[in-house]
């Protein structure tokens, strides 16, 4: 069957360590991988997206990675600070005319 | 800044009610979808429309109806408000003609509670 799976649920942090979240897939495709973030009570915020052939991606403190053997994508928040707390999805986009598929997101908490 | 908006933010309503939430992107989009989300729980897909005319149901089953007349609005319709349709409701938008990938803004959610 297909899944998508964000592994942890929560990740609390120290300010200033590098936070890694992790997204792994099964039986899909996608021809991209996207992240969001999401405040409490307020939609989704789109953050980097990644091509299939693209290896890593960059901006600001944020990194991706996405592996199609693995099936994984790794979200990085070098110099993590409080105010990144939220919790961030990744979604899988097939391409063409099919929805994107969220994952259940994980909860990021950094303490100062 | 995506330019989507969600109106009611807020709705308190009677069951038996039948209630409409409006959405609306000034981006031009042809793609628009309806989540609903209950307090940090995942995101469902309910409704999404690749156009006007056009519209899908999405992996929740749910009791609300769509239309997509115009490109710009994309209305929800719940004809019988009951309790278990209390929840927050997004609207997303995507760019997928200029990009062809699916990167799609949301608006800012509508809180619905049925009493």
């Known amino acids: 069957s297909q899944k998508i799976e964000q592994n942890s649920e929560a990740l609390n942090i120290q300010e200033g360590k590098t936070a890694t979240l992790t997204c792994n897939y099964t039986?899909?495709?996608?021809?991209?991988l996207q992240w969001y973030r999401q405040d409490p009570g307020r939609g989704p915020v789109f953050l980097l997206l990644i091509r299939e052939n693209e290896k890593e991606k960059r901006k600001e403190r944020l990194k991706v990675t996405f592996d199609t053997t693995l099936k994984q994508s790794l979200f990085h928040i070098t110099a993590s600070q409080p105010a990144d707390s939220a919790t961030y999805l990744c979604a899988l986009d097939m391409g063409g005319n099919t929805p994107l598929v969220f994952g259940k997101g994980t909860r990021l908490s950094v303490i100062a | 800044e995506a330019d989507i908006y969600q109106t009611p933010r807020y709705l308190v309503i009677g069951t038996g009610k039948k209630i409409t939430l409006e959405c609306s992107q000034t981006?031009?989009?042809?793609?628009m979808y309806w989540y609903q989300q209950d307090p940090g729980m995942e995101l469902h897909l309910i409704h999404y429309?690749?156009?006007?005319?056009?519209?899908e149901k999405g992996d929740l089953s749910s009791e609300s109806t769509v239309s997509r007349i115009r490109t710009e609005h994309f209305p929800l319709t719940l004809e019988s408000a009951r309790p278990s349709h209390t929840s927050q409701y997004l609207c997303a938008s995507s760019e997928y003609g200029a990009t062809y990938t699916d990167t799609q803004y949301f608006g800012p959610g509508t809180r619905l509670t049925v009493l």
């Open positions: 039986n899909y495709s996608p021809a991209y």
């Open positions: 981006m031009g989009h042809d793609k």
């Open positions: 429309s690749y156009g006007v005319n056009s519209t």
